[in-house]
């Protein structure tokens, strides 16, 4: 059974930081492309970050770049996303993505929500 469960999100003043962890079973985590993407109400899922299986090959968004950090720890299996100076527009649902280095196998967690409010 593949699971991927997302944690670390919550309430979160403007300018301050979050670090988001998804945690990955039931399939070999190394051999799978890594990436967060966030969706707000009425809004098209976004990809915010990803990495490559090794942790070398890294993207950003535009939006987050120089604030946002994903890393991922291939041994405990989890994907990492550290959030710094988090805007009120960084409020979204975020989601833990998986897919195989060949082909189009994937797999969702099913998000954690980051509020950034005063």
């Known amino acids: 059974q593949v699971q991927l469960v997302e944690s670390g999100g919550g309430l979160v003043q403007p300018g301050g930081s979050l670090r988001l962890s998804c945690s990955a079973s039931?399939?070999?985590?190394?051999?799978?492309?890594m990436n967060w993407y966030r969706q707000a109400p009425g809004k098209e899922r976004e990809l915010v970050a990803g990495?490559?299986?090794?942790?070398?090959?890294?993207n950003y968004a535009d939006s987050v770049k120089g604030r946002f950090t994903i890393s991922r720890d291939n041994a405990k299996r989890t994907l990492y996303l550290r959030m710094n100076s988090l805007k009120p527009e960084d409020a979204d649902v975020y989601y833990c993505?998986?897919?195989?280095?060949?082909?189009?196998?994937?797999?969702w967690g099913q998000g954690t929500q980051v509020i950034v409010s005063s």
């Open positions: 990495i490559g299986r090794a942790g070398d090959t890294i």
């Open positions: 039931g399939f070999t985590f190394s051999s799978y492309i």
């Open positions: 993505h998986a897919k195989f280095w060949i082909g189009r196998v994937e797999y």
